[in-house]
């Protein structure tokens, strides 16, 4: 008999983030919580759990548990992190959530800063080799790119917030492509715009001058 997969509730998601040793968590936790809320309100239009799709979101980025400033090193520690508490389709969640594309794994992977080990990218890249991308990894994909610690915005100006704080290398147009590529994929499954389902976008960018949106590039 197939051992039951042990599946993390909301409470238990809100917990772990509420417990974690990093200091300055509020803009995490906000990020943490609009990324769910993204993922719940897709996966209800798609027909799919949405309650499965909120606890992702809470934890997709609890790799940044203990700091921020991680790199990509962030979905290796969450995805260990979560396999140990023995929540491994949350934990898929971790590695899944910044690739687009199978063939954009490996050119993130060795770009510099990373902070993973060479093990590390040899899990990472055969996990998702054997694993692929599932609906909710896509699901989780578009929510990242669209939840904000000040709230829920378009793809493309959170992807510029990210460029802007991160730098621009020659992996960022492919990434951009990749995760327009998603969104394509997604809306063509529900048959609308993804955007019709949030009118917290339009808010958002009303309230949310350009100037709290641009980072000091000095």
Not at 44 to 67: S, T
Not at 120 to 141: C, M, T
Not at 162 to 180: V, W
């Amino acid at each position: 008999m197939e051992k039951q997969k042990k599946e993390l509730s909301i409470e238990e998601a809100y917990q772990l983030l509420e417990n974690a040793p990093r200091e300055n968590k509020e803009l995490w936790i906000k990020h943490s919580v609009n990324v769910a809320i993204v993922a719940e309100r897709l996966a209800d239009e798609l027909n799919l759990n949405g309650k499965r799709a909120y606890v992702f979101g809470l934890v997709h980025d609890i790799g940044r548990r203990k700091r921020e400033h991680t790199g990509l090193r962030h979905i290796i520690e969450g995805y260990n992190y979560l396999i140990s508490l023995g929540y491994e389709e949350e934990a898929r969640g971790c590695l899944t959530h910044t690739f687009y594309a199978k063939n954009l794994v490996k050119p993130n992977l060795i770009k510099e800063n990373t902070n993973l080990t060479r093990t590390e990218i040899k899990f990472i890249l055969e996990y998702i080799n054997k694993n692929g991308f599932n609906i909710y990894d896509k699901i989780l994909q578009i929510a990242d790119n669209m939840g904000s610690a000040s709230g829920i915005n378009t793809i493309e100006r959170r992807r510029t917030e990210s460029m802007l704080r991160y730098g621009i290398t020659d992996i960022t147009e492919r990434n951009l492509r990749g995760i327009f590529n998603v969104q394509n994929e997604i809306e063509n499954k529900l048959g609308y715009s993804i955007y019709t389902i949030f009118p917290e976008v339009a808010d958002n960018i009303t309230k949310t001058l350009i100037k709290d949106v641009v980072i000091n590039l000095k």
